[in-house]
């Protein structure tokens, strides 16, 4: 059994789907980020960047194994199962470089557009979200490239795929459009008609909000500074 500590998100999705599609037991344990479960000293034991996801695996020898960072849980957990990962010595090479472009490039770059057009403070922000949306954009059109003549990113389907795809699915809400990218598009609608995708998307769909953060909320999502960090996991230690 798996524990996946988890809230419904890009980076929580790629790990979800992934125990989907492997077909392995796992049991949810949610990290509500909008009010500070990231800063529990117990969670920070086992994800010190206040980060979700992370995994606690118990079907191993010995003492459990935790995990954390999205990429290197989708790794682990292809080294434990022997799927989503070519078996061939240059095939792990390009996996493991596309999964380093999502983790580096296409996630962050969509997680700050997301972040100005969907929570931050309209006034003074043109910049922002103008530099952001573009490197958005590029980051599409470098996956459009890649995946000229190919089904999915380094031809089988591989934990590339399950990394990158959860941050394209959102792309109108980074007010974008996949019309000039066919090949994304194709790809985009080859990984949702998957019914372990789906699955995965659908976990812990309860726990969504349909409101804008509260003031409270917004300051524990985006106001994070080490000392703020430090005096929550305090408080939690209590």
Same mark, same amino acid.
């Given at each position: 059994?798996?524990?996946?500590?988890?809230?419904?998100?890009?980076?929580?999705?790629?790990? #979800?789907?992934?125990?989907?599609?492997?077909? /392995?037991?796992?049991?949810? =344990?949610?990290?509500?980020?909008?009010? !500070?479960?990231? +800063?529990?000293?117990?969670?920070?034991?086992?994800?010190?960047?206040?980060?979700?996801?992370? =995994?606690?695996?118990?079907?191993?020898? @010995?003492?459990?194994?935790?995990?954390?960072?999205?990429?290197? =849980?989708?790794?682990?957990?292809?080294?434990?199962?022997?799927? +989503?990962?070519?078996?061939?010595?240059? !095939?792990?090479?390009?996996?493991?470089?596309?999964?380093?472009?999502?983790?580096?490039?296409?996630?962050?770059?969509?997680?700050?557009?997301?972040? +100005?057009?969907?929570?931050?403070?309209?006034?003074?922000?043109?910049?922002?979200?103008?530099?952001?949306?573009?490197?958005?954009?590029?980051?599409?059109?470098?996956?459009?490239?890649?995946?000229? !003549?190919?089904?999915? /990113?380094? @031809?089988?389907?591989?934990?590339?795929? =399950?990394?990158?795809?959860?941050?394209?699915?959102?792309?109108?809400?980074?007010?974008?459009?996949?019309?000039?990218?066919?090949?994304?598009?194709?790809?985009?609608?080859?990984?949702? #008609?998957?019914?372990?995708?789906?699955? !995965?998307?659908?976990?812990?769909?309860?726990?969504?909000?349909?409101?804008?953060? #509260?003031?409270?909320?917004?300051?524990?999502?985006?106001?994070?500074?080490?000392? #703020?960090?430090?005096?929550?996991?305090?408080?939690?230690?209590?």
């Amino acid at each position: 059994m798996i524990d996946l500590y988890y809230w419904p998100t890009p980076n929580g999705w790629k790990i #979800s789907i992934m125990l989907e599609e492997c077909g /392995i037991k796992y049991n949810i =344990i949610p990290v509500n980020i909008g009010q !500070g479960d990231q +800063f529990k000293s117990a969670f920070l034991n086992i994800s010190p960047n206040n980060r979700m996801p992370a =995994i606690v695996d118990h079907d191993v020898n @010995g003492e459990p194994v935790s995990v954390f960072e999205s990429g290197a =849980i989708l790794f682990y957990l292809a080294e434990k199962t022997g799927r +989503f990962m070519p078996a061939d010595s240059l !095939g792990r090479k390009e996996t493991l470089e596309w999964l380093f472009w999502q983790v580096g490039g296409l996630g962050p770059m969509a997680g700050q557009i997301s972040h +100005f057009v969907n929570y931050a403070p309209q006034d003074g922000n043109k910049y922002s979200r103008v530099r952001y949306a573009n490197e958005y954009n590029r980051c599409i059109g470098v996956l459009e490239r890649r995946l000229e !003549g190919r089904k999915f /990113i380094v @031809g089988e389907y591989s934990i590339a795929d =399950i990394a990158s795809w959860p941050w394209i699915m959102l792309y109108k809400k980074f007010l974008q459009t996949l019309d000039n990218f066919p090949n994304v598009a194709q790809w985009h609608d080859t990984m949702r #008609s998957r019914p372990q995708v789906r699955a !995965g998307v659908d976990v812990g769909k309860e726990f969504r909000r349909q409101t804008s953060p #509260s003031e409270a909320e917004r300051k524990i999502l985006f106001g994070q500074t080490a000392a #703020s960090i430090a005096t929550m996991a305090a408080k939690s230690a209590d």
